[in-house]
């Protein structure tokens, strides 16, 4: 019997605050990090990673919260643990004293997303499978009996995930195939970072529509002229066939985000992202009901399934953008996805950060595969940067995400990474000059 | 000059799972905790005190959490944090890379609250006022620019904020005769724990009467037959003109608590409490539509502002139980009664715990004072016990609270607390039987 015999949790922090790769109008000067969860066992060839992604700051406390969340792991064999994913995520889920601190939000949340995160990767590799493949692999049945349903039922029952579930089985074969040799759309936000001069930006345009891309992202929100300003030059350079997204990253209130997003109209955008408080259900249905045919999206920050349930209710989204380490793994995510299939809401999930090109890769094959069945108004997100850390990193050519091969959740980091970027005590954080300069 | 010159963060946690106190349905083992905020300053007769309350695990979080949020005050006059109310909160708030664990909920929400009630502490002891003077003292425009008004503008602006509490100006010193004379009313919980017998049950409920209480609260949700024996005990004793309350403490899905709530409609009570998750606007407002006459409430766990907006806006509570240590001090709780006095809706605020019945007297006081002029509808929680471990406890006489002297918020507890309670070496926890069955 293989057990699992320790849980290791490393602040890993980047110094990205360092370039304006990332830059936006509420998050100005973030060091991408993550809370990196590995779950060791008596074997040294198996092991699960996982992690939450933050932007700096704070990420101390969610590796302290995902210590003890992942505690009643110690001693636990393999099998008991991966077989019962669905008991797992319960078991760890059930610590009332904890549940106090959200619930299902903030830092408790986000620690619980890493410590499932490696679960299910841990799930995959003892299966000798990529991560989609493994839930591609489980029954109707056994998908709904890892899912969270809790306060979900006035939407969604157990009943009818099973039967959504279902009715999506044909085809799966054909449309791995497809994805196999075409891979899953995506889109660049690697142009639009609000700290780059008009001249870079102009130039990774033109570089994202020479690679193929028919989806570009522009940061806005800081300055209306300076955004009128850069959607033009985006617009020149893609065309008026290409689809131009706006990103404001929560920096307006309802009204205001009517009015900013009135201004850019011209340039016509495919969404407007985080126009408002992650939480104001009803203030995105009011957005929307405003700005259309501009779409809204929103979910980087939606901090569990209700709130997404709400969004869906309310008629608040034109696309649902969960993210694959802030909901608490595939147990809450797949129970959006379908929440999202039976609303009709195309799920472009988030990415970028660090780390969660590599997971949402799966979580897109796995709705076109198991869920949705659909390609349709979907296209996933790509950043660029950070992959080189990663065992096993996604692969984006012509504009598409090429299926994972390798076992797991494509989560595991090099281990010089974890020596260089630990903090603090890493080599790059340790080094004079840099050590001299950080506060906590 | 007058200079904060530490912050101490205290994890103080009581015993509170060796009984039945507290016991719910969701919460069936809670340890009464506190992350406990002391700035110090170099005037050894100057503090502020302050905490959020949790109910054990995790309480080590906060106080991290609670320690990284205070650190820019450290090395400030006490003048510029305490004559500027509005811009220290805001310093506090804005570390773009600690919102990324939010925003504005769970473990740093929960930091934040505790960390701006100390402040708010240490400004009314430095003008030598207790809470609710300090707040009834400042003028229309000062309370103004103290609101975090952040993500609220289609439902409150700063005018109407202003138009509002000008007109609540009038008969602002009778009111606070009528408290100094009468107290404001509150209803008590100690009576209706789950884990008690029908025996103590039936005697709590007689001694509440006898007391001069008016409310009376019974916990349900775990079985519906025992809670229909439970309610009728209730009722019974204490007559069909005093109140019933229910509470359920999130155990619900949305058609199971409209449900169940139907089954107790016979006993009349006058709200359900957290019949579902405390996150779910639109699911709270299904409910109420269809259990009325039995109101519906909630609170305890409202997140911020901006979910108290949209339950006020969907029209989906009866009573808004807003907690005092959950949202971000008073820069955040006076948004949240303004909204309250807009939309009609009584503000009766989460208290027990511990302290939480200390800090709730203020709140209670200010919005009859200061923002909606009534007590109509109005009754607070009380929670007998812990109030020993204040240097300045609530004082509750004829179902009612006296209005505090002391200056501060009545926040601060007692040395010799803090030596036996802090975790987990204070002479409690560190005993040896304790010590022994400690795990975290």
Same mark, same amino acid.
């Given at each position: 019997m293989t057990t699992i015999t320790a849980v290791e949790v490393v602040d890993l922090r980047f110094p990205t605050s360092a370039t304006?790769?990332?830059?936006?109008?509420?998050?100005?000067?973030?060091?991408?990090?993550?809370?990196?969860?590995?779950?060791?066992?008596? /074997?040294? %060839? *198996?092991?699960?990673? !996982?992690?939450?992604?933050?932007?700096?700051?704070?990420?101390?406390?969610? &590796? $302290?919260? @995902?210590?003890?969340?992942?505690?009643?792991?110690?001693?636990?064999?393999?099998?008991?643990?991966?077989?019962?994913?669905?008991?797992?995520?319960?078991?760890?889920?059930? /610590?009332? %004293? *904890?549940?106090?601190? !959200?619930?299902?939000?903030?830092?408790?949340?986000?620690?619980?997303?890493? &410590? $499932?995160? @490696?679960?299910?990767?841990?799930?995959?590799?003892?299966?000798?499978?990529?991560?989609?493949?493994?839930?591609?692999?489980?029954?109707?049945?056994?998908?709904?009996?890892?899912?969270?349903?809790?306060?979900?039922?006035?939407?969604?029952?157990?009943?009818?995930?099973?039967?959504?579930?279902?009715?999506?089985?044909?085809?799966?074969?054909?449309?791995?195939?497809?994805?196999?040799?075409?891979?899953?759309?995506?889109?660049?936000?690697?142009?639009?970072?609000?700290?780059?001069?008009?001249?870079?930006?102009?130039?990774?345009?033109?570089?994202?529509?020479?690679?193929?891309?028919?989806?570009?992202?522009?940061?806005?929100?800081?300055?209306?002229?300076?955004?009128?300003?850069?959607?033009?030059?985006?617009?020149?350079?893609?065309?008026?066939?290409?689809?131009?997204m706006i990103d404001a990253n929560q920096v307006w209130d309802v009204p205001q985000a009517i009015e900013w997003v009135g201004r850019l109209a011209e340039f016509s955008p495919l969404w407007i992202e985080e126009p408002t408080s992650p939480d104001d259900v009803l203030g995105h249905a009011a957005i929307r009901a405003a700005v259309a045919p501009v779409g809204v999206a929103t979910g980087e920050h939606g901090m569990n399934r209700v709130l997404f349930k709400q969004m869906f209710q309310a008629g608040a989204l034109d696309f649902c953008q969960l993210d694959s380490a802030r909901l608490a793994s595939l147990n809450e995510i797949l129970s959006v996805y379908l929440m999202a299939r039976k609303f009709d809401v195309p799920v472009c999930p988030h990415a970028g950060g660090v780390g969660l090109c590599e997971l949402v890769q799966h979580l897109s094959i796995i709705d076109y595969v198991v869920v949705s069945g659909s390609l349709e108004g979907r296209v996933t997100e790509f950043v660029d940067h950070l992959h080189e850390h990663f065992v096993d990193p996604c692969v984006v050519e012509n504009g598409a995400y090429r299926v994972p091969r390798a076992p797991g959740y494509s989560a595991e980091v090099h281990a010089a990474t974890l020596e260089t970027y630990s903090f603090p005590f890493g080599a790059h954080w340790a080094s004079p000059g840099v050590a001299a300069q950080q506060v906590v």
């Open positions: 304006a790769a990332g830059s936006d109008a509420m998050n100005k000067d973030g060091d991408y990090s993550a809370a990196y969860v590995v779950l060791r066992t008596d /074997d040294p %060839q *198996l092991s699960g990673h !996982g992690f939450t992604f933050t932007i700096g700051r704070g990420n101390d406390i969610c &590796v $302290m919260a @995902a210590e003890q969340r992942a505690l009643p792991l110690i001693g636990c064999s393999v099998q008991e643990v991966t077989d019962d994913l669905g008991g797992t995520y319960r078991r760890l889920k059930s /610590d009332s %004293q *904890l549940r106090w601190l !959200g619930p299902d939000k903030g830092v408790e949340h986000l620690a619980m997303a890493a &410590v $499932m995160n @490696a679960v299910w990767d841990l799930a995959a590799r003892r299966a000798g499978k990529p991560l989609w493949r493994f839930v591609a692999d489980m029954t109707p049945r056994e998908v709904v009996d890892v899912l969270d349903l809790q306060y979900l039922s006035d939407v969604l029952t157990a009943e009818e995930a099973l039967r959504m579930l279902e009715e999506a089985r044909p085809g799966r074969d054909r449309r791995i195939a497809e994805l196999e040799a075409d891979g899953y759309p995506c889109y660049t936000t690697s142009a639009g970072w609000l700290g780059y001069s008009d001249d870079k930006l102009r130039r990774l345009c033109q570089e994202a529509v020479d690679q193929g891309y028919r989806h570009v992202k522009l940061k806005v929100g800081a300055d209306v002229e300076e955004d009128v300003r850069r959607c033009r030059i985006a617009r020149e350079v893609i065309g008026p066939d290409a689809h131009l």
